[in-house]
């Protein structure tokens, strides 16, 4: 399939790890997402790449918090020093650019759960 | 600051009979809505969009209707069939960039056989 991949799609880690998330997007998709998404709550935006531009790091909820998006395609967000509030589920998003670049197409995203 | 609220958590609506889900949202720099479905152990995919400039778009069926008055919108399923059943996911783009999307919490939407 030509879909959005995350991997790993769940992780169980101690609190005070970090953990690296990973992100293939859709071939030729130049904007990246990361959402998260926490029991009861909506999808909450963390970062978002397009291009080569600087990303808009503007929804990281901490300095723990970093991602990286390698030749404009793969992508990995890292968490430092995780915390129980950390678990979540996160999820990756791609669109290509044009008129419909508010549709995102998501991965099935990465469980996290730190104990 | 949830900017884009979805206050039923649930909706059970018998097959064949209508689905309407309810969304309103409180920044009226939004342009752009859309629907998202969710399958369990699944990432949200792209259901039906509607932009501001609109109150109506309909595809087969799905209809997504906006009332910009009323910071208002809603997602008609008609009719339902099992297969619906999922979690729906409202959300919302402010331009110029849309570079997120603003998403209400979900409504789980079971459609009884």
């Known amino acids: 399939g030509a879909g959005v991949s995350q991997s790993p799609s769940n992780k169980v880690t101690e609190k005070g790890k970090d953990v690296e998330l990973r992100c293939d997007p859709i071939s030729g998709h130049t904007a990246l997402y990361w959402y998260r998404q926490s029991l009861g709550q909506g999808l909450e935006f963390l970062i978002y790449f397009q291009g080569n531009s600087a990303p808009d790091k503007s929804g990281l909820p901490s300095d723990r918090f970093s991602a990286e998006r390698t030749g404009g395609s793969v992508s990995t967000l890292t968490i430092q020093r995780t915390q129980q509030e950390d678990s979540a589920v996160y999820l990756c998003a791609s669109s290509s650019p044009g008129h419909r670049s508010y549709e995102q197409y998501f991965g099935p995203g990465t469980r996290l759960t730190v104990t | 600051d949830q900017q884009v609220k979805q206050n039923s958590p649930s909706l059970s609506v018998q097959e064949g009979r209508i689905s309407i889900l309810n969304c309103d949202y409180t920044n009226s720099m939004f342009d752009y809505f859309l629907w998202y479905k969710k399958y369990p152990a699944e990432g949200p995919t792209f259901l039906i969009s509607i932009s501001s400039i609109k109150d109506k778009n309909e595809d087969g069926r799905f209809t997504v209707f906006l009332n910009k008055s009323a910071k208002h919108l809603s997602l008609h399923i008609v009719p339902s069939q099992p297969g619906d059943s999922a979690v729906y996911f409202c959300?919302?783009?402010?331009?110029?960039?849309?570079?997120?999307?603003?998403f209400g919490t979900g409504t789980r939407l079971t459609v009884i056989p």
């Open positions: 959300a919302a783009s402010a331009p110029p960039g849309a570079n997120n999307l603003f």
